[in-house]
């Protein structure tokens, strides 16, 4: 139990987080690029079929 628990933290502890910045959340953000990062949103998920 005690090995299994000291593994998966080397796991998680090796792994690095990527800060994204999502630019559509600013007002300064062009309007149109912001509806059309939102329609290419729906178009994925229809391809993928997913909700």
Do not use: A, C, Y
């Not at 080397?10 to 630019?23: A, N, Y």
């Amino acid at each position: 139990m005690q090995l299994e628990n000291i593994t998966v933290f080397f796991i998680f502890k090796g792994m690095k987080r990527i800060q994204l910045v999502e630019f559509e959340d600013f007002k300064w953000f062009p309007t149109i690029w912001r509806s059309t990062m939102t329609k290419l949103i729906v178009v994925i998920h229809k391809i993928l079929g997913t909700k």
